[in-house]
């Protein structure tokens, strides 16, 4: 790619929304950076810290025992002045003030719409980490969070199979997804359940009774049809009002999961992917690449530019629809 570089200090910020794995990934940077020489500031609040001049210096022992807690320690912070030219030229201003001469971006898209712009405007060195409980992040198989939100998914999902069961309900559960169905799609298959509806497909309210019909007559004790909260047809409370009207055999129940779903202990798949690419962003900074996002494709580290991963939309494993159809007999 380049000339191998050697910075003496580098800055690592958490942006966007938060979730489990952040400090996983921040302790990744700032071990890595103090292994290769480097010096690590943290960067408070996102890039409306950047803005203000939010800084903190990093060494080994700031990192110790954060890695089995969710949120991060840096915080976030969404940022509207970031996104104006005054905002960004004043963050840029203070990097340099501050000595940082390359950052490491852990973030979700609008994290990278607005690092490659900031990228275009000024020259700084930076590589992204990619995070995200949606996990719907073009250029790598996984983002940090998926994994550990599914797990709570599920967890959360088997407890109201049981009340269900108990007294013939019939559950609608609401998961986050405001544009991509992967928390609803890989919970409805591992929690078993009869129905899932995602942004990605056209929702008729009708297959849905169908499927209903058909474990009524097989007499099931309980049903529970996962919702992503981005469905072209509403959320789970006005999908199961018009469901209700057609099939009221159960006694019908909501569950919006909410936020929970973005906190919690990260599991062994988030702890491990955020320090691989902690690592990797750091090593990447190192070879002298710049302006492109670290991620995991086929269990291998990949780079992809930030203008493709901006640019670029995650293929949805369709194909797990029809496994969830085939297991919801």
């Not at 969070?145 to 609401?174: M, W, Y």
């Not at 269990?299 to 797990?320: A, C, M, R, W």
Request: with cysteine; net charge neutral.
């Amino acid at each position: 790619m380049g000339t191998t570089k050697k910075f003496k200090k580098i800055g690592v910020v958490t942006t966007g929304g938060d979730c489990p794995g952040l400090n996983a990934a921040i302790r990744a940077v700032v071990r890595t950076g103090i292994y290769h020489g480097m010096e690590v500031t943290g960067i408070l609040q996102g890039y409306e810290g950047m803005i203000k001049g939010e800084f903190v210096r990093l060494g080994s022992h700031s990192v110790s025992n954060i890695l089995q807690r969710g949120g991060t320690i840096l915080k976030t912070a969404r940022s509207e002045a970031f996104k104006t030219v005054e905002g960004r030229k004043k963050a840029y201003d203070n990097l340099v003030k501050e000595g940082i001469e390359a950052l490491v971006v852990i973030g979700g898209d609008g994290s990278f719409k607005g690092i490659e712009q900031f990228s275009r405007e000024f020259p700084i060195t930076s590589v992204g980490v990619p995070k995200t409980i949606d996990n719907d992040i073009f250029g790598t198989d996984y983002a940090i969070g998926f994994d550990t939100a599914l797990n709570t998914v599920i967890q959360v999902i088997d407890k109201i199979r049981d009340t269900a069961d108990s007294h013939n309900r019939l559950f609608f559960v609401e998961v986050m997804g405001r544009d991509a169905g992967m928390i609803a799609i890989y919970s409805g298959i591992a929690s078993g359940a009869e129905a899932v509806l995602i942004p990605e497909t056209e929702t008729k309210i009708e297959q849905i009774v169908k499927i209903l019909d058909r474990g009524w007559e097989r007499k099931k004790s309980s049903m529970i049809v996962i919702v992503a909260e981005g469905d072209v047809a509403g959320g789970a409370y006005e999908i199961a009002l018009e469901v209700k009207a057609r099939f009221n055999q159960y006694d019908t129940r909501v569950s919006v999961l909410g936020h929970m779903q973005r906190g919690g202990s990260p599991t062994c798949n988030d702890r491990v992917l955020a320090s691989r690419l902690g690592v990797a962003a750091v090593q990447a900074l190192i070879e002298g690449r710049t302006n492109e996002m670290v991620g995991v494709i086929n269990n291998e580290i990949s780079h992809t530019s930030y203008s493709d991963v901006v640019k670029g939309k995650k293929e949805f494993p369709y194909q797990l629809l029809k496994i969830a159809e085939i297991l919801s007999l």
